[in-house]
């Protein structure tokens, strides 16, 4: 029942919006190592495959230890000085930024100019939250520190201040990191079914919008409502409770009855819940101190930013038309961790890729070793390319990341069923046939 056990298989990693997980303990190397050809895909933007006729007729992948020893032992090793300056590098920008706003930027009387400032604030603001949250979510997977009671500290008074349950998600979290790419047990953007958009009548309202307000429509349920509505009800979450058990009520991540978790899980769930509970105090005081609309405009907007890059994060690596996700029957380690995508966030010189600690340009081997420390993620995922891009098991994309998320918000929709191997097709895919 301990969920501890998902940590296991999930060795180390670099950087982005996951926590400490494991396979189940029965997976052994050599289960792991079997793998069909569909990692990589012909007339895809995804780049990094070498020779996909060699790929197609492949019936072995290398285990998780073989991909390992590609990669040099000091990329493993924590530091806890370097963690800790990544800590206060995010604070200090925060607080920056905080008092930038306080000083220079009106909350009455507004003039064009506070109101253009309000609006760059919380751009840059919930960029640099997201920096805190890539770091909660680094010591949630054991990656900040070897320490764990200081990751627990640190990562639930980081994600507590962002009302982000802390021991909750990292459990649902882990499962992402356990079951990636599964059509049934895989955790956030778990792909809907042909059956779920019928009946939800998403295929009705693309036929009545079209293909451009239908994307749009798709961003903003995934950037604005998709984090809130996956916390409180556990949408795009697995198609099972814990343990395998039918799904028969709704699945959250406040309450320690959930049948997201086990029963053993409940203390930590509840003290979670009580970190965001306490944050919602503080800020309800604060307003009450210094002023609803100040509190407001210094929190709240920028709180969505945040919300809003680590959808885009999670959605953006594992979802394409070239990727595939898994079935019970199909569906291994090693496959689920293969099939995710490394991307470059250059924008703006790269400065979000840096402020973020590079959690989407590695995310492939945050998925192979997810408590390794970002910090030495760059430089582990040059040897990690070295060694899987001459066998065309390397994923990565390119593209300019606006791009990117406007044609998956036009292009991947739905799978055929939870069964098999699947791949993401477009609702215009359905109904040009």
């Not at 926590?19 to 895809?44: C, F, G, H, K, Q």
């Not at 390794?372 to 891009?389: D, F, M």
Request: proline share 5%; with cysteine; charged share 15%.
């Amino acid at each position: 029942e301990d969920p501890s056990r998902f940590f296991v298989e999930i060795v180390r990693r670099p950087c982005i919006v996951c926590t400490r997980p494991r396979a189940p303990s029965s997976m052994t190397d050599d289960a792991l190592s079997r793998a069909p050809s569909e990692l990589n895909m012909v007339n895809s933007p995804l780049t990094g495959t070498s020779d996909t006729k060699s790929v197609a007729q492949r019936t072995e992948l290398p285990t998780k230890r073989m991909i390992r020893n590609a990669i040099p032992a000091h990329c493993f090793e924590h530091s806890l000085p370097s963690a800790l300056g990544l800590l206060l590098r995010d604070l200090a920008i925060v607080a920056t930024l905080g008092t930038f706003a306080t000083v220079c930027l009106r909350t009455s009387n507004l003039r064009l100019a506070d109101m253009l400032g309000w609006v760059l604030y919380s751009f840059w603001q919930g960029t640099a939250f997201t920096g805190l949250w890539v770091l909660a979510h680094e010591c949630g997977h054991g990656g900040f520190s070897v320490s764990t009671a200081l990751n627990d500290i640190i990562g639930w008074t980081l994600h507590s201040m962002l009302l982000v349950p802390y021991f909750s998600w990292q459990f649902s979290h882990a499962k992402h990191h356990a079951k990636t790419n599964h059509l049934v047990e895989g955790e956030t953007h778990n792909p809907a079914t042909k059956a779920d958009l019928q009946r939800s009548g998403l295929f009705r309202l693309h036929q009545v919008i079209g293909d451009d307000a239908f994307a749009v429509q798709q961003l903003i349920l995934h950037l604005v409502f998709g984090w809130p509505a996956y916390l409180l009800f556990n949408v795009t979450g697995g198609r099972r409770a814990h343990g395998g058990k039918p799904i028969t009520s709704t699945l959250d991540h406040f309450r320690p009855s959930s049948k997201l978790f086990p029963p053993s899980w409940q203390r930590r769930v509840l003290i979670s819940s009580a970190g965001v509970l306490l944050m919602l105090v503080i800020l309800v005081s604060l307003g009450v101190r210094f002023g609803g609309l100040y509190v407001f405009l210094m929190y709240t907007p920028s709180y969505l930013v945040c919300n809003g890059w680590l959808v885009l994060y999670t959605w953006l690596q594992h979802t394409s038309e070239d990727i595939p996700h898994y079935g019970d029957e199909e569906w291994t380690w090693v496959k689920g961790a293969l099939s995710t995508i490394d991307r470059p966030y250059s924008e703006c010189f790269s400065i979000f890729d840096s402020m973020h600690h590079h959690i989407g340009s590695t995310h492939v081997f945050h998925h192979l070793f997810s408590d390794a420390p970002c910090y030495k993620a760059v430089e582990a995922t040059a040897h990690l390319k070295s060694y899987l891009a001459p066998k065309g098991l390397y994923n990565y994309d390119g593209r300019p990341i606006i791009q990117a998320v406007w044609d998956t918000a036009k292009r991947c929709h739905y799978v055929e069923a939870a069964k098999g191997t699947q791949y993401f097709k477009a609702i215009n895919h359905h109904r040009g046939r």
